[in-house]
């Protein structure tokens, strides 16, 4: 039972990400990435942690995946105004390291596969959690925001200050 | 609850520049952007403040339960990167006023960035170490973006950030995979996880770990075969970003590095031949490859190509041999110190000339500012490694560890490729005193500048003559 | 006290440059003056140490023969110290750079442009060379070696002829690249001898390095390093085929700069080996010695052939310069105590000898501009002064009796001969060349009919003069009476062939 929801799980994540990368119509990409995120969620269920997939339903699949619509219906962005950028240094180098790890991993998981001595870890209980992320954990927790504030800020600079000039008027 | 074991003193540094980092957007906005000419004076008293504090012998202690550590090589990353950034920031205000942009935001992501570059280099655990490159990433994608309005630019951004992005997933994919068979987040035990399960099918998941993390160490230090961001954006990032992406980033990162691989010494003979060749080719690449750029910046950035396959030599020192990580702490001031001058000299000479970084601009600089010209000789060749310079002592620390370690291949490889590296910092010192002018009139270095300078060339020599004074100040502080 | 004497002679100049640097761009006599003052401190030491020498001292391998040794602590992790002192293979170099160094600023009065810079280089030139001959830890040597590579670099490059830039670039990769190979070599004695630097323990350690088991890229351990330290030293010499960087930098650098290059820089090269490659590797030593005897005979041969060849002054003399260094290596391969001997005076005779013959180059190229030999003419009847000087030195550089290249020459042959008779019969024909351009320049530039073009050439000047006849009365002293010098380095040399010989 728990294998086949994990697999389903898994594939409805994968292909949440696949189509948010697929999809141009940026409404489309917001959707694709919901899916994904209410899949992750069941993973955390099927992992012992329902405060966790609570929590992950609430901010992503609620908070953030509506934020994303609203921005984007508020920018009215339309599919014709985003233009394809591509990486044009060492695409060739990007192609061949992604390549490579799949079958790296492929190969390692026929080899060995993966009964690992992973730590069960705490249980998924909010006494649980609040007590690993605000003290054993609470550094990385603080490091977090300012990576947040530091996004923020750079968002901030970048719409700000350094749109491109010329095309805005193109 | 008990906080026992929080010891936030071993934070401050850290602490005290994100503050600082918050305090300029606060003031900015408080203000109304009135009184940006002064945050620079806030950022600097940020940073001072947390270099007076490192230096407190406070911090020996590690704290948040292991995950902030307080040793030499904490120690060296965290005073490198402050240093970079007294050397920087007053010279790169100067620069964002000059072309128009945002001073406050360059200021605080500076100092978010620090933050990250800092905590990467004091991460004691896989989850601080992974945070911190995402923090001194973010921050550093931002920085790049700044000139927007330029083309080169945008695209030095966007491409910083995909390729970023890329080692991103390779660094945290590696750090599951390993974490999880060695049954740890702890950095330093992670030798002995993987002790336990060798053997068994799960080394084989650990190895792929290691070799996806090393990957992705690749990517964030500029080596060969994941250096091909590097040019386009150090060159098309606004010079003094570019600067501190090639100085303190690099001194951050390459301490997170060594932190891994010295941590995965047990396991050197599964990376060792890896990061060799990787070594091997991005000293041979970087330097010939500098070796042909008639553009001073793109000439810099494939240098620090280079110097990151001599860094990598001696990285493989010290996790094959249990070497200690002396010759990589050393090797990096005196690298930093060089190139964060030579970039703002490098800003000020194409300013004054043709505006695109030719090498052309130091032809004669010698008539038009002799003081500027020996410093830039001498900054160059210091980077060569020419004794007494302090180049010269990192290199034959590197090459000297490597040796020990048994790499003599590599060592001799690496001695071969400094004279290619020789041969390219030559072509501006040439230019510059060789040449006659082709525009005369006085090139005069603000008071910024020239303290910059100043301090870089009086560091290379002290530092060449006297190379224990920074490896004693850092086996003092811990260890 | 005195053991500061060798710290002082090397780091006066130093102090000088930094002065300098500091002095009024326009005050150009207070410049040259300062320069001067600061140059000739280390000529008196140097004088100093020569008269309180203790011949009786061997060095070489014997610390105990070193004099005014200083070892302190530098960077004690790697084990690199602060160790100078002096022995009969180092003091006749020594006093040799303070006596051209000094001599050389006078020579300089007439460099007009950029001053400060000139002189601030020329005393940072000086400071290098001293150091290289007083190091005894290898880092420090090297250290030297490079310090002094920088200057030159810039003298030629900057205050150069018409082609300074191409000749200055040369003159650096060529000895840089000789130099990293000195850099591998050094490494890898540092490792197998014990982590030592030191020179001396390291030739303690001789037996260990030719240990036929010990190999570094599948080959004997000895040999590889012998040869890597051999080019090293070659390119500086310099030996053939390494030789093409000399007439250019000699050609386009200044007077005073080609004289320290040939007085004092191409001696590095065969001190280097001296010092270096012989005691601390006499097993391959003993193997290559045929080698670098043949290297030498092709020197001395080759040399005066292309010297013979040429149309520029200049050129010539540094091409006599690739001759004259080839019976150096002759002597120094015969490994016999008066082969040796011959070599360390010839070292000597040759600075002061080939010094003269620069300044006389530069004497007339400020007068008439170029350095044409068929350009001149008759210049014995214009010049009488200069010509009988010229004379002087160029007898000298010939190997007449009773001048200074003689005795070395003939010790050479003497040692020479005991080893490689036909070598020695070859490279006896190179007195013969020798003898026959310099006789032939001669005909061109001081005899024949009067060049009307330079019929009112003015007389060497008083300053020339200076700069000319302490080393025309030093070549004629020890031309009769070599002992002064010879005495000096006599226990070092035969200490050194023994410890070739012997292993």
């Known amino acids: 039972m728990e294998g086949i929801l994990f697999v389903l799980l898994s594939v409805l994540a994968l292909g949440g990400g696949l189509w948010v990368l697929l999809r141009r ?132 600079a970048l719409t700000r200050h350094a749109a491109p000039k010329a095309e805005d008027k193109a | 609850m008990d906080f026992s074991g929080l010891n936030v003193a071993a934070l401050l540094p850290e602490l005290l520049v994100s503050g600082g980092g918050l305090l300029v957007m606060a003031l900015h906005a408080a203000f109304r952007g009135r009184q940006d000419r002064q945050l620079v004076w806030v950022s600097l008293a940020s940073v001072v403040a947390a270099l007076a504090f490192c230096l407190n012998p406070l911090t020996v202690e590690p704290g948040y339960f292991g995950s902030a550590l307080s040793d030499p090589m904490a120690f060296a990353g965290r005073i490198t990167v402050l240093a970079a950034l007294v050397l920087l920031l007053p010279g790169g205000v100067a620069y964002a006023r000059s072309r128009n942009l945002p001073q406050a935001e360059y200021l605080s992501l500076s100092l978010f960035a620090a933050t990250g570059m800092m905590a990467l280099a004091s991460a004691g655990d896989l989850i601080v170490l992974f945070l911190a490159v995402e923090v001194l990433s973010i921050s550093l994608y931002c920085l790049a973006g700044l000139m927007g309005e330029r083309e080169s630019s945008r695209q030095a951004a966007l491409t910083y950030f995909l390729a970023g992005s890329f080692a991103s997933g390779f660094l945290l994919f590696g750090m599951a995979l390993l974490s999880g068979s060695a049954g740890t987040l702890d950095i330093a035990a992670l030798g002995t996880g993987l002790a336990r399960v060798s053997g068994t099918g799960t080394q084989w998941v650990a190895l792929g770990g290691v070799v996806l993390m090393i990957a992705g160490l690749l990517f964030k230090v500029g080596a060969v075969p994941f250096h091909s961001w590097v040019a386009e954006v150090y060159s098309g990032s606004p010079t003094v970003v570019t600067a501190f992406m090639s100085t303190a980033a690099k001194a951050a990162a390459f301490a997170g590095f060594g932190r891994v691989l010295l941590a995965l010494g047990s396991v050197s003979e599964a990376w060792v031949p890896l990061v060799g060749i990787c070594a091997g080719a991005t000293m041979i690449l970087g330097n010939f490859t500098a070796l042909v750029q008639g553009n001073f910046k793109r000439m810099l950035a494939f240098s620090s190509v280079a110097h990151a396959g001599y860094l990598l030599l001696g990285l493989m020192a010290v996790g094959a041999a249990g ?22 000299v490098a800003a000020k000479v194409s300013q004054a000339g043709s505006g695109n970084y030719k090498l052309d601009d130091y032809k004669g600089l010698a008539r038009r500012n002799p003081w500027l010209a020996g410093l830039l000789a001498l900054l160059l060749l210091g980077l060569a490694g020419m004794p007494p310079l302090a180049g010269f002592m990192g290199k034959f620390m590197v090459f000297s560890a490597a040796v020990r370690a048994g790499h003599t291949g590599l060592a001799v490889l690496g001695i071969l490729t400094s004279v290619v590296a020789v041969f390219t910092y030559l072509r501006p010192v040439v230019y510059a005193w060789f040449h006659e002018p082709e525009e005369s009139g006085a090139l005069n270095l603000d008071g910024g500048l020239a303290f910059v300078v100043w301090v870089a060339g009086a560091g290379l020599l002290l530092l060449g003559l006297w190379p224990r004074l920074w490896l004693d100040l850092c086996a003092g502080i811990g260890v | 006290m005195e053991q500061w004497v060798l710290t002082l002679m090397t780091f006066v100049p130093l ?59 530098w960077i004690p992790a790697y084990n690199i110290e602060y160790f100078i002192g002096v022995d009969g293979l180092s003091a006749p170099m020594v006093l040799l750079t303070a006596l051209l160094s000094f001599l050389c600023i006078f020579a300089s009065w007439g460099i007009s442009k950029q001053l400060k810079g000139y002189f601030a280089l020329f005393l940072l030139l000086e400071t290098g060379m001293m150091g290289t001959f007083v190091s005894l830890d290898f880092i420090l040597f090297y250290v030297f070696w490079e310090v002094m590579l920088l200057p030159m670099y810039f003298l030629i490059g900057i205050w150069g002829g018409p082609r300074r830039e191409y000749a200055a670039i040369k003159f650096f990769l060529y000895t840089l690249a000789g130099s990293v190979l000195m850099l591998v070599g050094i490494l890898a004695l540092y490792f197998q001898g014990g982590q030592t630097f030191s020179l001396i323990e390291l030739m303690a350690h001789a037996r260990d390095f030719a240990n036929p088991a010990l190999t570094i890229f599948g080959m004997n351990f000895a040999k590889v390093l012998f040869v890597a330290f051999f080019i090293g030293f070659a390119i500086k010499v310099p030996v053939w085929p390494f030789h093409t960087w000399l007439p250019d930098a000699h050609v386009e650098a200044p007077t005073a700069i080609s004289v320290i290059l040939a007085g004092v820089l191409l001696k ?89 013959m620069f300044l006389l180059v530069g004497v007339v190229y400020d007068r008439a501009h170029h350095r044409q030999i068929n350009g001149f003419g008759g210049l014995g009847a214009v010049m009488p002064v200069y010509t009988g000087v010229a004379m002087l030195a160029f007898f000298a550089s010939m190997g007449l009796p009773g001048l200074s290249g003689f005795i070395a020459e003939v010790l050479v042959f003497l040692g020479a001969f005991q080893s490689y008779k036909w070598l020695t019969f070859l490279s006896a024909l190179g007195i013969i060349l020798t003898a026959g351009y310099l006789l032939w320049m001669i005909k061109r530039v001081f005899l024949g009919p009067l060049n009307e073009k330079y019929k009112d050439m003015p007389e060497i000047n008083a ?41």
């Not at chain 1, 609040?130 to 054993?136: K, V």
Request: charged share 10%; hydrophobic share 60%.
């Open chain 1, 25 to 156: 119509s940026p409404v489309d990409s917001a959707l694709g990435l919901l899916t994904t995120m209410v899949a992750i969620a069941g993973h955390y269920m099927l992992l012992d942690a329902p405060f966790l997939a609570a929590v992950q339903l609430i901010v992503y699949g609620g908070a953030v995946i509506i934020l994303f619509l609203f921005v984007i219906m508020l920018l009215n962005l339309r599919q014709d105004r985003l233009r394809a950028r591509r990486l044009a240094a060492g695409r060739w180098v990007y192609a061949l390291a992604g390549v490579a790890v799949l079958f790296c991993l492929a190969g390692i998981f026929l080899a060995g596969g993966t009964s690992g001595a992973v730590d069960a870890g705490p249980s998924g209980t909010v006494e649980a959690f609040g007590e690993a992320l605000f003290r054993r954990w609470v550094y990385p927790f603080e490091l977090t925001s300012v990576l947040l504030l530091a996004a923020l800020v750079g968002a901030v």
């Open chain 2, 323 to 344: 070497e200690s990580l002396e010759a990589v702490i050393f090797y990096l001031l005196p690298y930093v110190l060089a190139n964060a001058a030579l970039f703002l």
């Open chain 3, 15 to 73: 102090l000088g440059a930094a002065v300098i640097t500091f002095l009024p761009k326009d005050q150009h006599n207070l410049i040259r003056w300062t320069a001067a003052a600061f140059a000739a401190v280390p000529l008196l030491l140097a004088f100093w140490v020569w008269q309180t020498f203790n011949r009786a001292g061997v060095g070489v391998d014997d610390l105990a023969g070193f004099q005014y040794v200083v070892k302190l602590p």
């Open chain 3, 268 to 356: 590095m090269g065969t001190y280097g080996m001296m010092r270096i490659s012989m005691p601390i590797f006499p097993g391959a030593m003993q193997d290559f010695a045929f080698a670098i005897a043949v290297l030498g005979v092709i020197n001395i041969l080759y040399g005066a052939y292309c010297a013979m060849a040429q149309e520029d002054l200049k050129k010539l003399v540094a091409y006599s310069s690739v001759s004259h260094m080839g019976y150096v290596m002759l002597g120094m391969a015969a490994l016999t105590p008066q082969g040796m001997t011959g070599a360390a005076l010839q070292m000597f005779n040759h600075g002061t000898i080939t010094a003269m």
């Open chain 3, 463 to 503: 300053r020339e003069l200076f700069t000319l006849v302490p080393i025309g009365l030093i070549v004629i002293y020890l031309g009769i009476y070599p002992i002064p010098v010879m005495d000096l380095m006599d226990g070092a040399t035969e200490r050194l062939v023994t410890l070739v010989t012997s292993f």
